[in-house]
């Protein structure tokens, strides 16, 4: 994984991306949920370890959104279930989700400070 495509990612997530987010089903944001929190244990860097914060908390709230629950017991019931070849299998996806979330606001920081609307 890329920290600097986590960095771009995290320099502007708040919202999710319409497109993707109706596509999404509750399990795919669990699972990336997993996937980030996952990869912030094992991450070599803080600026990686800062953009996968983000995505754990961008997913988790997709999830819990979703489902109107809190993601608590469901993440800690699925990721013992998981092995870590399993949790490393969701990255691709889980990692383009996150970069177009952050493209998106990297965009809206550029329009923003050009003074655009």
Known sequence: ???SLLAAAAGGAMLACPAVAKTA???DNLDCAI???????IAAEDEERNGLMLATAWFS????G???TTIDE???ARSRALTPAQIEA????CLARFGDFGNRFT?????????SN
Do not use: H, N, V
Request: aromatic share 12%; no cysteine; hydrophobic share 40%.
């Open 107 to 115: 965009a809206i920081g550029e329009r923003l400070g050009a003074g």
């Open 35 to 41: 996937w980030a929190t996952y990869r912030i244990g």
């Open 25 to 27: 089903t509750p399990q």
């Open 74 to 76: 469901a993440m800690i």
């Open 1 to 3: 994984m890329r920290a």
């Open 90 to 93: 969701f990255e691709p996806a």
């Open 61 to 64: 709230g997709l999830y819990e």
């Open 66 to 68: 979703q489902t109107g």
